[in-house]
């Protein structure tokens, strides 16, 4: 196929204001990613926009395997709860209340 580009779970992306962090969550446009590099903002970097990942999420929540997991561009956490946030994927393993961690499968999906 010519017109085939790349497989899309790793893209290449404008770092926003104040730049990224690998391994830290944002949202471009309407889409959350997971930067895989450190760069200033304006440049271009690697994002992880589907696959699994642990990351930072709200402490006091209890997450169970499949659960809508959404990111509060807010508080700069993954969260269970909707209002307000975007959809990112689902929990991909059980997160204890309390931890600040959960591992997050990103669906990709622009909201």
Known sequence: MINYVEPGEIVELTAPSGGVVSGT???IGSLVVVATVTVA???KFSALVTGVADLAKVSAQAWTEGAKIYWDNSAKLFTTTSGG???AGVAAAVADNPSSTGQ???DGVAR
């Open 85 to 87: 946030n975007t959809l």
């Open 104 to 106: 997050v499968r990103l």
């Open 25 to 27: 969550a944002y949202l």
């Open 41 to 43: 903002a304006t440049l």
